[in-house]
């Protein structure tokens, strides 16, 4: 039988540059007037005309990724620096220690083990939820699938701690650099603000996973053979308990690394709302954070460095992302042929109601994630059409953002993310068997997403 295979995202972008290369010959050039309003400029939904347009060639094609790098360069420039800064806080491993010091902690503590889920799912979703953990949640698939097992549980609830809580913390970022940080810089509103409502709303998302998550593992617990694993985990099940006796406990080390982190979160937010610090104050921010954990950690000069080019280095696919991103918007943008793409949308989002103008944002980003999985990609494909497209319809940019984090609620479930099927390989899960059981939970998530759009136009969230 013939299997859909989905093209690798630089295929796929590629292809939309062309497309849009080839749909400059074809759509007429449009312009909208723009006004500023507070700083920020935006557009007026009544002034569109039809504009001579500048059809772009294959030279302006093949030209429009590197122009699309130099544009974005500032925003790349910042993936790199923070992806390289969070890679030397993993080398000091204090993140690692203090889960399995949690983990370790459950043999002794009824409490503990009352408490692994709730805990465990908070702090992986507050990881999403600020500096953009993502595939980084993939080793711990390896701690959390046995020790699930000892603990009476599944392979699907060892999986999912990890994996949907840096999940639904992603989506519901409120201090993500990867995903509300570029989106809010692209769409011009300032950096993590809105930060308010954001906090709300990871709460909310991060409380009902927990709850989703406990009813099923208690469910599973009582009775085993209701597990969609159970065949695959009746081997393993006999071991009864997770051996972390090799694990010495944190070091003051590690402790004081975390405090660093965690002050560097207070500063970051501080610096943010006090001082609007935008993307380079950031940057430099997670820079020094990354030199002094480094020192507090007893990093070497070359263990330092190499943490810290390999970070980088594992984001040089999301950067170049951005940059083919970028380069659709500059096509669509030399050409003249933006405001023509906006004119043509806004019958397809427009609506009585700017409810139902966020929310069919929300599903036309949902349908988007299928296809770009990059938070940062996606943001640099998207917001440049969504944040006019909101001044157009009605919607504030702030929540188009927010329906632009909602779209990647699909992503634990969607055969086409990378780190969907790399984290169900390492746990031998059959993705069909996957999504047949995230089919509940990612309805409700489809139904808290069109809900939690409804308070932002209610009350014209800036």
């Not at 996973?209 to 695959?232: G, H, I, N, Q």
Request: glycine residues 8%.
């Amino acid at each position: 039988m013939m299997k859909l295979r989905i093209p690798n995202t630089f295929v796929l972008l590629f292809a939309i540059l062309a497309m849009i290369a080839l749909a400059t010959w074809l759509v007429p050039g449009g312009k909208y007037e723009t006004h500023v309003v507070n700083g920020r400029t935006l557009v007026d939904a009544g002034s569109f005309h039809y504009v001579q347009s500048a059809p772009q060639g294959p030279v302006a094609l093949m030209m429009a990724p590197i122009k699309g790098f130099v544009e974005a360069a500032l925003i790349i420039g910042f993936v790199l620096i923070v992806g390289g800064a969070f890679a030397v806080l993993q080398k000091t491993e204090a993140i690692d220690s203090m889960i399995k010091s949690i983990a370790k902690a459950h043999a002794h503590s009824p409490f503990v083990r009352a408490a692994l889920i709730p805990v465990f799912v908070t702090m992986f979703s507050l990881g999403g939820a600020t500096f953009g953990m993502n595939e980084e949640a993939i080793p711990f698939v390896l701690i959390f699938v046995p020790l699930a097992l000892a603990l009476g549980y599944d392979s699907i609830t060892g999986v999912s701690i990890p994996f949907l809580g840096s999940q639904v913390g992603f989506s519901a970022a409120f201090l993500n650099p990867f995903n509300v940080g570029i989106a809010q810089s692209i769409a011009g509103v300032p950096v993590f603000s809105g930060i308010g409502y954001r906090m709300m709303v990871w709460l909310l998302m991060t409380v009902v996973t927990v709850v989703f998550l406990m009813w099923y593992a208690a469910r599973v617990k009582r009775d085993p053979t209701r597990s969609p694993t159970y065949a695959l985990d009746k081997e393993i099940r006999k071991l009864k308990t997770t051996d972390f006796s090799d694990f010495a406990g944190m070091t003051r080390t590690h402790s004081a690394v975390l405090w660093i982190f965690l002050a560097t979160l207070v500063t970051m937010v501080f610096g943010v709302v006090r001082y609007e610090w935008f993307i380079e104050e950031i940057a430099a921010l997670f820079l020094v954070m990354a030199i002094v954990v480094g020192l507090v950690g007893r990093l070497d000069s070359d263990e330092f460095v190499g943490a810290f080019m390999q970070g980088a280095k594992d984001l040089v696919t999301t950067a170049l992302v951005i940059a083919l991103a970028r380069g659709t918007v500059i096509l669509a943008r030399d050409a003249q042929i933006i405001d023509t793409m906006l004119h043509s949308l806004m019958p397809l989002v427009q609506s009585s109601s700017t409810i139902f103008a966020a929310q069919k944002m929300f599903l036309i980003q949902t349908v988007i994630n299928f296809f770009i999985h990059s938070g940062s990609g996606q943001a640099a494909l998207t917001m440049p059409i969504m944040a006019p497209l909101a001044d157009l319809v009605g919607v504030t940019r702030q929540t188009a953002i927010l329906a632009f984090q909602f779209g990647e609620l699909t992503t634990p479930m969607i055969p086409t993310s990378g780190i969907t099927v790399g984290i169900l390989a390492l746990a031998r899960i059959p993705w069909i068997t996957w999504a047949k059981w995230m089919i509940p939970l990612q309805l409700i998530y489809l139904v808290l997403a069109l809900l939690l759009l409804i308070p932002p136009c209610l009350m014209n969230w800036q």
